[in-house]
Antibody, heavy 121, light 112 residues
Framework: QVQLQESGPGLLKPSQTLSLTCTVS??????????WSWIRQPAGKGLEWIGR???????NYNPSLKSRITISIDTSKNQFSLQLTSVTAADTAVYYC?????????????WGQGTLVTVSS | DIVMTQSPLSLPVTPGEPVSISCRSS???????????LDWYLQKPGQSPHLLIY???NRASGVPDRFSGSGSGTDFTLKISRVEAEDVGVYYC?????????FGPGTKVDIK
């Protein structure tokens, strides 16, 4: 059973850097079939795709956030991570990590439970 | 970037009745391989989204057959043949043709 679990600080001050890690179990992050994604959702609002990484380290980012985000992968720990710099209140959201199958079937087929990140002074 | 729209945004339903949700994209989601890169997700209250339909019309593993997806190009539809109380939540379409991925605004389905 594939599981994804987000972890990281839940409270940040404006201008700090958000750092989240997604730990994958039940599957190898080096599987060439999948991309590993970050998606966020402000309270009461819709879903926003942040970006994704392939096991090779290749990344795709949302241009709206590109100047502030870095997604990295640690194959030895079966984890991938998100860094978002210079956070503001607008970055307050539930952050999800997810697995996207783009080679065999399709869709984000496994999601983490989500972690709430609040930006407040 | 591809812009996704959905209608309606709110949909009160009666259990046992059919339901239809529309999704439109600002450009065609049909690839040269013939596939339409459109997924549907359901986010039940208090839960993470989960995948219902991929590539426009393929049910994800474990999804009941009362859910079906159809459409091509820029116009897509999610249908529930007979809605059940457990189907309440917000339904999102997402284009998977290109990055950045983009979601529709969501359709909130609840019981009348």
């Amino acid at each position: 059973q594939v599981q994804l679990q987000e972890s990281g600080p839940g409270l940040l001050k404006p201008s700090q850097t958000l750092s989240l890690t997604c730990t994958v179990s039940g599957d190898s992050i080096t599987s060439g079939t999948y991309f590993w994604s970050w998606i966020r959702q402000p309270a009461g609002k819709g879903l926003e795709w942040i970006g994704r990484i392939y096991f090779s380290g290749s990344t795709n980012y949302n241009p709206s956030l590109k100047s502030r985000i870095t997604i990295s992968i640690d194959t030895s720990k079966n984890q991938f991570s998100l860094q978002l710099t210079s956070v503001t209140a607008a970055d307050t959201a539930v952050y999800y990590c997810a697995r996207e199958d783009t080679l065999v079937r399709g869709g984000h087929d496994y999601w983490g439970q989500g972690t709430l990140v609040t930006v407040s002074s | 970037d591809i812009v996704m729209t959905q209608s309606p945004l709110s949909l009160p339903v009666t259990p046992g009745e059919p339901v239809s949700i529309s999704c439109r994209s600002s450009q065609s989601l049909q690839h040269g391989n013939g596939n339409n890169y459109l997924d549907w997700y359901l986010q039940k209250p208090g839960q993470s989204p989960h995948l219902l339909i991929y590539l426009g019309s393929n049910r994800a593993s474990g999804v009941p057959d009362r859910f079906s997806g159809s459409g091509s190009g820029t116009d897509f539809t999610l249908k529930i043949s007979r809605v059940e109380a457990e189907d309440v939540g917000v339904y999102y379409c997402m284009q998977a043709l290109q990055t950045p991925r983009s979601f529709g605004p969501g359709t909130k389905v609840d019981i009348k």
